[in-house]
């Protein structure tokens, strides 16, 4: 499996995991790859760890391809671009714009930083019940 790339990799569908860090741990959040040992991040923010993440996770394929150490792929059924289009309120979409630009982000990053977080509050009230 040698002829997979480091885009082939980069564009799989890996599942994160982001939990704010306790003060002790040093504050802020962590995101991490949990198929993929030891690559993870962190930030001020939960968007800027997932930018973050983006970069540790480019970084742990470039050395695990250089060293032709095996790669985990996520087992996902169905492929997934990474891409859809959303249509939602002008208001909402302003209201978005500006908390990136507060937190010094992207559009994109900060709408997957909601969407995580709403899947995430979904999973605990799931376990919850």
Not at 58 to 77: F, K
Not at 114 to 121: N, P, V
Request: hydrophobic letters at 35%; one cysteine or more; glycine letters at 8%.
């Amino acid at each position: 499996m040698r002829d997979k790339t480091l885009d082939y990799y980069l564009n799989l569908n890996y599942e994160v995991s982001l939990r704010r860090l306790k003060e002790e741990e040093g504050g802020g959040w962590l995101a991490s790859i949990p198929l993929l040992p030891g690559c993870m991040s962190d930030g001020e923010t939960p968007a800027e760890a997932l930018a973050n993440l983006e970069d540790a996770k480019r970084g742990w394929i470039e050395t695990a391809l250089a060293l032709q150490r095996d790669i985990p792929e996520p087992d996902n059924n169905e492929k997934y671009s990474g891409k859809f289009t959303v249509r939602l309120p002008k208001s909402l979409h302003r209201a978005i714009a500006a908390k990136a630009q507060e937190d010094g982000v992207s559009l994109n990053q900060m709408a997957i930083y909601l969407l995580s977080l709403g899947l995430g509050k979904s999973a605990r009230r799931r376990r919850a019940k």
